[in-house]
């Protein structure tokens, strides 16, 4: 998809073509331009003012929280987001250099605003302790952000939300003349709703991903109706399925205690050799591979969540910088770390050089760990 420059660019390069055939005088010559249409000037700043305006036509509101100071209309103040580091970019912004990955950026805010319900009332500023909205930010702010007036700022963490959104569908215009009007919507829809995931696919699809089928009914129709405005098509859902491994567990729903017939029988430890591994052969019967899963302790998964960039990078090994080498090994060394505080007996720091590879996609929070003796696998 065209930028907004590469389009302009090519809008004044149009124009410039058509002022040079109104001077040369052939502008009714149709030699090798059959059934084509030629678009005068004033038609074609007429499609760039329609185009403007639908641009504008919609102004996000964002809420907010003022916790130190004031802000008020015309303030021009730092966006931060979520991922702003300010020890690595902090003195770039402040000599009025933005980098393109130090997540921060300068905007200045049209309006503040009380929220009544629906309606909103001009605030001549919001002070400490207020939750207020703030409007002219929305180039800046996608999900969440932290506005500072110093760039020095730690920034707040991202916002937890209770659901994740699992219900995917791909979605594209009726007419291919709307593709760029879909993809303005589906930008707009992104900021809108929290809960809403946009995706590029590797096959130039555009992915709608909701938190269920009556989220996806309403995304779909804001979509149609308020951002896009053109019809959509929307593919068969895709649900993904996901398990893991727990403890037996010693409550039931009511917070009781699993107590009689319902409490889990307590297997004996041949019953657990009969049901520690699962072997399978390959068709031909020449090779076999036995599986065995375990839990992962609590703070082994919960840092490899929380460093799942670091592990989405080290995926690929031939192109490491020096700052994600750093990072991969300071990783090892908190896993190592957290190893041997657990109480686990089954995961050693031996292991750590076996893994074969994370999961799902490459850096999540579950282990494919390679037991095959004699066979060395580098993490």
């Not at 730690?154 to 916002?159: D, G, T």
């Not at 992104?190 to 590029?200: C, F, G, L, S, T």
């Amino acid at each position: 998809m065209l930028t907004e420059e590469e389009l302009r660019a090519r809008r004044d390069a149009a124009r410039e073509r058509h002022q040079e055939r109104l001077q040369q005088g052939d502008v009714g010559s149709t030699s090798g331009t059959e059934g084509a249409v030629q678009l005068s000037a004033q038609q074609i700043q007429e499609s760039e003012k329609e185009a403007e305006a639908a641009k504008n036509e919609i102004e996000f509101v964002a809420f907010a929280r003022v916790f130190s100071g004031q802000i008020k209309p015309g303030d021009e103040i730092f966006v931060l987001g979520p991922k702003y580091d300010p020890s690595v970019s902090a003195a770039n912004l402040e000599a009025g250099d933005f980098p393109e990955d130090c997540h921060g950026s300068v905007g200045t805010v049209s309006g503040v605003y009380m929220l009544l319900g629906r309606d909103l009332e001009n605030l001549e500023a919001g002070f400490a302790g207020n939750i207020v909205g703030i409007s002219g930010l929305s180039e800046q702010v996608l999900k969440s952000a932290t506005l500072s007036s110093s760039p020095w700022m730690p920034p707040f963490v991202e916002l937890v939300h209770s659901t994740y959104p699992i219900l995917r569908v791909a979605v594209e215009p009726f007419r291919s003349s709307d593709l760029g009007a879909l993809a303005r919507g589906l930008q707009l829809l992104n900021q809108a709703d929290a809960h809403v995931e946009v995706i590029v696919s590797e096959a130039g699809e555009h992915l709608l991903v909701t938190a269920g089928e009556v989220h996806l009914q309403r995304c779909v129709l804001d979509l149609t109706e308020a951002y896009a405005k053109c019809e959509v098509t929307v593919s068969e859902p895709i649900v993904p399925f996901r398990e893991t491994i727990v403890p037996v567990p010693e409550t039931d729903m009511v917070n009781e205690a699993i107590e009689g017939e319902n409490k889990p029988k307590e297997t004996t430890t041949e019953e657990e050799e009969e049901t520690d591994s699962v072997e399978l052969e390959t068709p031909n019967k020449q090779s076999s591979c036995t599986l065995r899963a375990l839990p992962l302790p609590e703070d082994f998964t919960k840092l490899l969540q929380d460093n799942h960039l670091i592990l989405k990078t080290a995926s690929d090994h031939s192109n490491l910088s020096a700052k994600a080498k750093k990072d991969l090994a300071d990783l090892r060394e908190k896993l190592v770390e957290t190893i041997k505080n657990s109480e686990s007996s089954e995961l050693t720091t031996e292991m750590l050089d076996r893994i074969i590879s994370f999961g799902p996609k490459r850096c999540g929070p579950n282990v494919l760990i390679n037991m095959t003796e004699g066979l060395k696998v580098g993490s």
